[in-house]
């Protein structure tokens, strides 16, 4: 074999495997992430996370096969039939967490500003750390660490959106209210001293 067709082999190879991981890694990133799906044995909604890797793995010999990794009902009912994939297998973007939070922030106004949510990602929201925030009915400021995530339709349903702004102001008030002085306003200030 002469050096072109050492060449050829090269290329060919090479191309395989520049298609063979772009498929895995196009399935790997369909799949990953937490989900909130309804258990079909409760009927509640449920946290799971697919095995994105095995999925990718598998879809290189035929269709993906697709099986849970995790789930806020185990390890009491691992054994399970898993009969919610069956919803993921329909719209398993629109099971992202991640989705579900984007979708419900997309539109509102923040509840002590009055400015509209930009429309957030999720994942740039995460490396950077400004996440929106929610008020409880209770007035207390909750971050989205806090929330369990069983919870989440109910959550989404009986609190307002904050935005990182007002979160930050917010907390600061409250941790430090010794530290807040409130000035009136120059337009206050000056009606007050017309009238006096």
């Known amino acids: 074999m002469n050096s072109s067709g050492y060449l050829i082999v090269t290329v060919l190879v090479a191309t395989s495997l520049y298609f063979g991981i772009r498929s895995l890694a196009r399935v790997y990133s369909h799949y990953r992430g937490t ?45 399970c039939g898993q009969e919610c994939l069956a919803t993921m297998d329909v719209a398993p973007e629109q099971c992202l967490v991640s989705g579900v939070l984007m979708r419900w922030y997309r539109g509102r106004k923040c509840c002590y ?45 009986t609190h307002l959106p904050v935005c990182w702004d007002c979160y930050i102001v917010q907390s600061f008030r409250r941790e430090h209210p010794e530290l807040i002085v409130l000035r009136p306003r120059l337009k206050d200030f000056t009606e007050g001293v017309a009238t006096h």
């Open 35 to 79: 989900r909130l799906v309804t258990c079909p044995e409760t009927g509640r909604p449920t946290i799971v996370e697919v095995d994105a890797l095995h999925a990718s793995l598998t879809s290189t010999v035929g269709l993906p096969d697709i099986r849970l990794k995790e789930c806020t009902r185990w390890p009491l009912n691992k054994q």
């Open 113 to 157: 500003c009055d400015k509209e949510m930009e429309e957030l990602h999720w994942e740039e929201l995460r490396c950077l750390g400004h996440k929106p925030a929610l008020l409880s009915p209770d007035g207390l400021l909750v971050q989205w660490s806090e929330v369990p995530m069983e919870n989440l339709s109910t959550i989404l349903n």
